[in-house]
Antibody, heavy 115, light 112 residues
């Protein structure tokens, strides 16, 4: 079964840091672009970051540039999102997404930024 | 950034009737590779999004042929004929021609 499983979501104070992980099973995403997309509670979908299959190209939405870092480890079928200087408006469910012939989404990892 | 707009934002539909969602982009979505990278996603309540169409009108595996995607340039449409209860959810268009990729605000389909 094709699966993407995110982990690492937590409650963190404003200004804090958090690292999310996403591990694929049932397929090898090494040839696929991988992304993080987030959804604030009751809101729509928002791109966060995007990484090429070889990890050499990375794209970020402006509001997250300099604060978030996407990376991947193809040997571990994993993608990561390091989030620093977190703000209340970063509170959201963070989805890991693999873009191939099909598009695979994880179930999401909840990040709550609050004091 | 390319702004994606959708209408309507709320769509009450009677079971068995048809539904249509419009998606417009602030810039042409024709890529330099010649393709138009416009996607449609369905998000059922409590679930992760699921892709329905890519490149405007190519239906994903498992998507009923009651669903159709069309359009070009900056103007796109998702149509659902004979709406069923399982179609309830929020529908998003998304462009992947320009970075950052952007989603529309979503259209919530509900049964009357």
């Amino acid at each position: 079964e094709v699966q993407l499983v995110e982990s690492g979501g937590d409650l963190v104070q404003p200004g804090g840091s958090l690292s999310l992980s996403c591990t694929a099973s049932g397929f090898a995403p090494s040839n696929l672009w991988m992304s993080w997309v987030r959804q604030a509670p009751g809101k729509g979908l928002e791109w966060v970051a995007h990484v090429s299959p070889d990890g050499s190209k990375k794209y970020y939405v402006d509001s997250m540039k300099g604060r978030f870092t996407i990376s991947r480890d193809s040997a571990k079928n994993s993608v990561f999102l390091q989030m620093n200087s977190l703000r209340a408006e970063d509170t959201a469910l963070y989805y890991c997404v693999a873009w191939g012939a099909g598009t695979y989404w994880g179930q999401g990892s909840l990040v709550t930024v609050s004091s | 950034d390319v702004v994606m707009t959708q209408s309507p934002l709320s769509l009450p539909v009677t079971l068995g009737q048809s539904a249509s969602i419009s998606c417009r982009s602030s810039q042409s979505l024709v890529h330099s590779d010649g393709d138009t990278h416009l996607y449609w996603f369905q998000q059922r309540p409590g679930q992760s999004p699921r892709r329905l169409f890519y490149k405007v009108s190519i239906r994903d595996s498992g998507v009923p042929d009651r669903f159709s995607g069309s359009g070009s340039g900056t103007d796109f449409t998702l149509k659902i004929s004979r709406v069923e209860a399982e179609d309830v959810g929020v529908y998003y268009c998304m462009q992947a021609t320009h970075w950052p990729h952007t989603f529309g605000p979503g259209t919530k389909l509900e049964i009357k």
